[in-house]
């Protein structure tokens, strides 16, 4: 890992993404042609590539695009899809992922990117980067294709973190609300709480308890509290933000992939019937391509990390170059935008005001988090 | 609830569907829409229909295909979708939903069938019909549409139940395979655990153990465990039974359906967008009809409650006259097969299978299924 100072100076004036190029089940090949497609768009944009150099270094060089455009940091190790998130936090120093979250740590770069192992991608980003002060549980947020007029809602956490209690729910409302405004322009996000009903003595006790701990940050926070949704508010539009815990919202937007997928497999077959239905197929081939650019998952690739010192895209791990030049997308709007300073910003101002405007329930919610910002 | 045997001895030979004709989105006009689609269909049905006579009577008066098929029974009460069950067992002894259950615990009918409010009708089913021996928590199984040969994966369970341990997951796997043996002749069913990943050491804690437990009992219960699978596997050919929570499975099949109906609207919009795009609809018509139907939830309507003595069969709330025949198709199926005996037998036979077997680490898990099966 020499610096390369040459290089980094030609990079000035650009915003710095730092992309982990291994881990990914399409290889560095897609990962580079994502940065090459991203170059392309944006003149705006450098990055730092992480990864096994010389083998990076023959790819990027294939690239006119990327011509003085990247960085290079020589890992020779990659984080696989079955390495457990613990072992790469003792053994992954030499990892591409761990590359890529250093420098983003040491501030060259504004944020990171990557397709690999989400559990040891989370692991080692609050380990390296730490998670913000008064945040307990990081989370993970999609954006998920819905008929609302914005055409996405926010889902978080997604990140298949096995439990959230009450308190940790409150954090993700609120740490949803901050994205919903910083990062998708919404002034009052709407925020729900996924139940398996929407009356209130349905559910979980964790989530009875939530109920009452969000409804009593709506107006410091400055969302609106939309009670409990169910899993058809998803792609609905009673909700802006939909606040689950990692287990629940992981099984069910991989769920909705999957019934996506599976009528567009069987669209194709349809067309292929009969005679009249390939006459047909020829002729709706904008259409369907019009419908497929509107849900497509790779145009919206990337789940955020919320809740650390650093802006961490996790790409989707069989990201080809389209979705890896969106999610690096999306870590170039976040990192423009000041977003991780905003957020950090948001959580402690809601601390104080939940401090200050302490009514008796209030005040059992502001300790709850106040136990969190001190754990 | 005056018996009427001029009516019942007309439908000697036929057998009996408990119909609740309320509580239903679209009210008893539906149901009875159903039922007379159904009478139309098969010779062999016939039904008790439960709810206010008078107005029954008269909505019945007007289909011919229901003429000398239907039993009327008194019930001046519904059960609203926003009644606590609590209330419903305290209070609900006039409800066509209780009168419904009370014709299959008299052996009046094979099976019932209520569009009804979900957690009342599995609360006084657990009541009234009572947990087949060895039961500990009963279950919702719905089919999902898949990619699989035989188009349909079963899911259990999507009952909105707030927890699942590790002996009631077992439970859940041997009536899920019970079902897909006897319901969808499938001689060895595939059955797959719903988790975050397929890695072994992946999930919560109760997921591990219950992988460990399922694994024990596939050769004595005669099913192939093929261990951990994931949300996207809902809809694949990786297992043909998932077992999960009821409230993971029911957050998880309403994202799956909101996703469905999401890309219908914007297929419907998207062949409204150009003069070209209309005059493909009009071809493609044929094929997206073709579509609809494979995967139409109102064709595989009703999800089957598992482990009580008697079959319920819970129809989708908002169902239509489709949905309430598709339903009906189902509970007279599962009647005709004898089911439940089949699944209370290999619910008995497996318990003393486990005992008859038992390696040391097999006790261990005879033994916790034992414990509920004497709770």
Known sequence: MTAQPDQASEQ?????????????????????????ASAAKNPEIGFILHGPEVRLRKLVAKRRDLNNR????????????DDKPSLVLRNGKNTSMWSALE????????????????????????IRLRKLPGVNRPAIAV???ALAAR???????????????AADLLQFALMG?????????????????????????????????AHTLIAQFSDSANFEYVGFVEGSDVTGDAADVIVTDGFTGNVAIKTGEGTAKLI???????????????LASILAITTIRRLHKRIDPRRVNGGVFLGLNGTVVKSHGGADATGVSS?????????????????????ASTAEVAQEEATPSAADAAKTVNDKYEG
């Not at 990247?70 to 899809?81: E, L, Y």
């Not at 055409?151 to 209690?165: E, I, S, T, Y």
């Not at 009052?188 to 964790?206: D, F, M, Q, S, Y």
């Open 12 to 36: 000035a004036g650009r915003i710095i993404i730092s992309v982990d190029a291994m881990g990914g089940d399409a290889g560095p090949g897609a990962v580079v042609a994502g940065l090459a």
């Open 70 to 81: 990247v960085t290079f940091r020589d890992a020779p190790d990659v984080v696989t899809m």
């Open 103 to 126: 420098s983003v740590r040491l501030g060259e770069a504004a944020s990171a990117v990557s397709c690999g192992n989400t559990g040891a991608l989370m692991a080692l980003s609050m």
């Open 143 to 145: 954006l998920y294709p």
């Open 151 to 165: 055409k996405f809602n926010v889902m978080l956490d997604v990140g298949a973190d096995v439990r959230a209690d």
């Open 177 to 209: 609300a901050s994205y919903a405004r910083n990062g998708m322009g919404l002034r009052r996000p709407r925020i729900g709480l996924l139940n398996v009903g929407t009356e209130e003595h349905k559910g979980r006790a964790e989530l009875k308890e």
């Open 264 to 278: 567009s497999t069987l669209l194709r077959d349809a067309f292929r019937h009969s005679l009249l239905s390939r």
């Open 327 to 347: 999610a690096i997308k999306l870590a170039f709007q976040l990192a423009k935008s000041g977003f991780t300073d905003r957020l950090a910003a948001r959580v």
